[in-house]
């Protein structure tokens, strides 16, 4: 008989959160059964509830930073027993014999990988994210969470630490590096901790100096206004590599101006506006300009034994569930340091 977990949902647009009993499947053999005890919130929960991606198939519990402990194991599971720290990222299915899926891109599947929450499953139901007190999913999409890294500050490393690993690895955010990282919100302080300790020179490009004194305490180099027009002045021609983490659009002609030749700007951020770039942009200098959509599972993996290797965790602000509805505004509003995460023993208290 399937299960039924205490979670917070959202029942019709434009409607707050409740409390909920949520139904999670019964175990199949390769599936894991967690009890959350902390669930991060991401930006792109917010896009999705207030349908600023399209229209969001309500009712809808989200969540895809999911920190908590091992309760049940199928029969044929291997990597993971009862007891141990595990988190879910954005994923949980994908066909596991495609291209993609064989080189660990489980999120580029060609059946299409089924994402943690608001997605349809391979048994046609949708699926219902972290928000919640338990979660069921297939062994193949639960992590280890090392020794060393708390469960409430490992939690937004399911999402904005490996989206921001990811890019920073591939694009070569190494020793010598001279990488912006624009935005510092759930993601960007995440991309600033990870670039720094891959040996990178940081530089924070943010609305205000406000956050100076934190970018600096992370690693960064330097952390500047883009409200202030010298900045842009100052940068140019600096950087090999842009990540842009920003969730509104940005003039990214201004941004690709700090690029050296041969760089590129990296955008993870999702506003739903296209980007601005004439063409001569590109082609003087060379530059590139390219996305990333988080990371497989085998660099998640990688990503949470970097991060505890470096002392890596997320700055959080731990919240109660009566307090979602009005955390999202703050994210919003930038009033939020840097992620908050759920504290899950309080949904339905
Ligand atoms: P967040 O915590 O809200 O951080 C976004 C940051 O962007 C803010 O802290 C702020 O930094 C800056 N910002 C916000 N509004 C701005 C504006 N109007 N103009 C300029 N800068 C602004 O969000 P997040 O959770 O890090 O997510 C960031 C974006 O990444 C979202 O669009 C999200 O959907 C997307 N995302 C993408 C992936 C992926 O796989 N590609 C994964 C997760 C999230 P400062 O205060 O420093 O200026
Ligand atoms: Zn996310």
């Not at 139904?23 to 600023?52: M, N, P, Q």
């Not at 003087?284 to 470096?310: R, W, Y």
Request: aromatic share 6%; glycine share 12%; with cysteine.
């Amino acid at each position: 008989m399937p299960t039924t977990t205490p979670a917070l949902s959202v029942p019709a647009a434009g409607q707050p959160f409740g409390a909920i009993e949520l139904e999670r499947r019964d175990l199949r053999d390769d599936d894991v059964r967690i009890d959350i005890k902390w669930a991060g919130i991401c930006h792109s929960d917010i896009h999705t509830i207030r349908e600023e991606w399209g229209q969001t198939p309500f009712p809808l519990t989200p969540g895809h930073e999911i920190a908590g402990i091992v309760t049940e194991v199928g029969s044929a599971v291997t990597r993971h027993k009862v007891g141990d720290r595990v988190g879910i990222g954005c994923m949980v299915d994908s066909c596991g014999e495609c291209e993609q899926c064989k080189n660990g891109n489980e999120q580029y599947c060609e059946k299409g990988a089924v994402f943690t929450y608001a997605s349809e499953g391979y048994d046609g139901e949708l699926t219902q994210g972290g928000y919640a007190q338990a979660i069921v999913a297939s062994e193949r999409f639960v992590l280890s969470i090392p020794e060393g890294i708390e469960l409430d500050e490992a939690a937004p490393l399911l999402c904005a630490g490996i989206t921001t690993y990811a890019p920073l690895k591939r694009w070569g955010a190494d020793k010598g590096a001279k990488v912006a990282v624009v935005g510092m919100g759930g993601l960007g302080h995440l991309g600033v901790k990870i670039a720094a300790a891959m040996g990178a020179e940081v530089t924070v490009l943010s609305r205000s100096t406000d956050k100076s004194a934190d970018a600096k305490s992370y690693g960064a180099a330097d952390h500047l206004s883009t409200k202030d027009a010298k900045t842009f002045d100052k940068l140019a021609g600096t950087f090999d590599l842009i990540l842009n983490t920003v969730s509104a659009d940005l003039p990214m002609e201004d941004y690709l101006r700090l690029l050296k030749p041969f760089g590129a700007m990296v955008n993870v951020g999702l506003p739903s506006k296209p980007y601005s770039i004439a063409p001569g942009s590109l082609v003087h200098g060379d530059k590139a300009v390219a996305g990333s959509l988080i990371g497989g599972i085998p660099a998640t993996q990688e990503m949470l034994n970097f991060c505890a290797e470096h002392g890596i965790g997320a700055t959080i602000e731990r919240i109660d569930a009566g307090q979602v509805d009005d955390a999202y505004d703050k994210v919003v509003a930038g009033d939020v340091r840097y992620r908050y995460v759920i504290d899950t023993a309080t949904i339905g208290k």
